[in-house]
C-alpha cells in the first residue's frame, strides 16, 4: 500500500538568492490572484480554455516563465475546484500567502545535495536541512509537486514524499497494546505483559489554561493589536500541541517497535462528548487534538512495520478488566479511579481504559469478535 507524508525542509538560500524567491513568491501570488479573478468572473474551469484567456497576461503583466505560467493556471483551477467539492458557495479565491507550486522534475529537483529552484530568473541551487529526514533521502520514496513556503523569515520546501509500505498482517503481531487517551493522562499504554507506561499530562493542562488566561484577557481587550496576539498565540499552542503528539507518538513506536497493533478509542464524537463537561474545564478537554494523535500514531506505526486499529469507546473505563463487571459507579472521576463493586478490583481509571482496549485487541486478533 502506498503512504504519503508532507516533508517540510528548510532551505538556505544566500541573501542575493533569497531576494530572488521572494520577488518569485510576489509574482506568482499576483498572477493567482489575476486568474482568479477571470474565473471567478467567467466560471471557466477548463485548462485549455483558461490558458487561452490568462497565458499571455501572465507572461507580460507578471513576467512569469512559461512553466510557472501553467502552474498557476492549475493552481487556482484546484482551489476552485475544491471549493465546487467541498459544497461552498460560488465566492471569489484570494491568494494571501506567498506560496509557490513545484513540480518535481520540472520546477525542482535535487543536484548533489542541493535543491534547484526554478525562479522568475531561472534556476537557482539552494542548500537544505536534512536532519531528522534522512530517511526520505534513502531513494525508496518518491517526491511529489511541493509548495515553497515563506514563513517567519524563512524558506521551506513542503514535499509530498510517497512509498509502498507492506501492510502488517493480523496474524504476524506479536504483541497488542492498548492506548487510551486523555488530558490528566496524554497517554496510557498497556502491553501484553502487563507492563503499563504512563505519559503525564499534569504539565500540559497547565499550560493549556495558561493559554487559556491569556486568551481571556486578550479578547476582553478586543482591539486590533490584541486580535493580532491572539492569532500569534494560536499557531504557537498550535505548533506545541503538535510537537507533544508528535513526541508521544514517537516514544510509543519505538518503545514496542514492529509487528505490534495499537488499540485506540475511536474518539470521533469527543469534542460533543466533552461539552456534557463543567465549563471551567471544558477548554482543556474539548481542544485537545486527538485526531492529530491517532493520525500520526497510525503513520509512523506502518513506517515500523505495525498497526493501529480504532475500537468504540462504549465502557472502557467502566469495566474491570478482571471479572467483567459493568458498572458506571466503578469509576470515580473526581479521584480518577476505578474500584469494582464486584471483585474489588481497584487501579486507576485510564489505566483500566488501556487494559480493555488491549482485551479488544486480543479478541479481534484471536476471535475476531471486535471490529476495528
Not at 474565473?39 to 507578471?62: C, E, G, P
Amino acid at each position: 500500500m502506498d503512504m504519503t507524508l508532507t516533508a517540510k525542509i528548510k532551505i538556505y538560500p544566500t541573501a542575493e538568492q533569497a531576494e530572488v524567491l521572494k520577488a518569485t513568491l510576489s509574482a506568482y501570488r499576483q498572477a493567482c490572484n489575476a486568474v482568479s479573478v477571470v474565473i471567478f468572473d467567467t466560471k471557466v474551469l477548463a485548462q485549455a480554455k483558461l490558458h487561452d484567456m490568462t497565458y499571455r497576461l501572465l507572461r507580460s503583466n507578471y513576467a512569469l516563465r512559461s512553466q510557472m505560467a501553467q502552474s498557476v493556471i492549475k493552481t487556482v483551477i484546484a482551489r476552485y475546484r475544491s471549493l465546487k467539492s467541498n459544497g461552498h458557495e460560488w465566492t471569489l479565491v484570494r491568494f494571501k500567502k506567498p506560496e509557490y507550486d513545484l513540480v518535481w522534475n520540472r520546477d525542482y529537483s535535487l543536484v548533489q545535495g542541493l535543491f534547484s529552484v526554478n525562479t522568475l530568473e531561472g534556476r537557482i541551487k539552494v542548500p537544505f536541512e536534512p536532519k531528522g529526514m534522512e530517511q526520505y533521502f534513502d531513494g525508496s520514496w518518491t517526491f511529489g509537486t511541493a509548495k515553497l513556503v515563506y514563513k517567519h523569515n524563512q524558506f521551506f520546501l513542503h514535499i509530498p514524499m510517497t512509498k509502498t509500505i507492506p501492510t502488517v498482517d493480523e496474524h504476524n503481531i506479536r504483541q497488542v497494546v492498548g492506548v487510551d487517551v486523555g488530558v490528566n493522562f496524554l497517554a496510557v499504554a498497556y502491553d501484553s505483559q502487563g507492563k503499563t507506561t504512563f505519559f503525564n499530562g499534569r504539565k500540559i493542562k497547565h499550560m493549556r489554561a495558561k493559554y487559556k488566561r491569556m486568551r481571556k484577557t486578550l479578547q476582553q481587550k478586543g482591539t486590533a493589536s490584541a486580535r493580532r496576539k491572539l492569532k500569534t498565540i494560536g499557531q504557537r499552542e498550535n505548533r506545541w500541541m503538535t510537537d507533544v503528539n508528535h513526541t508521544i507518538t514517537k516514544a510509543l513506536v519505538r518503545q514496542y517497535g514492529e509487528r505490534t497493533l495499537f488499540v485506540l478509542e475511536d474518539l470521533t464524537g469527543i469534542r460533543e462528548k466533552t461539552e456534557r463537561v463543567r465549563i471551567h474545564d471544558r477548554y482543556e478537554t474539548v481542544s485537545w487534538a486527538f485526531y492529530q494523535f491517532r493520525h500520526m500514531l497510525e503513520y509512523k506505526a506502518r513506517l515500523h512495520g505495525a498497526k493501529v486499529m480504532v475500537v468504540a469507546p462504549h465502557y472502557t473505563s467502566l469495566t474491570c478488566p478482571k471479572c467483567g463487571h459493568t458498572e458506571k459507579a466503578n469509576r470515580k472521576k473526581r479521584t480518577h479511579t476505578f474500584c469494582c463493586r464486584t471483585c474489588g478490583y481497584t487501579s486507576n481509571d485510564d489505566r483500566i481504559g488501556a487494559m480493555n482496549l488491549q482485551r479488544k485487541g486480543i479478541e479481534y486478533i484471536v476471535e475476531g469478535t471486535t471490529q476495528a
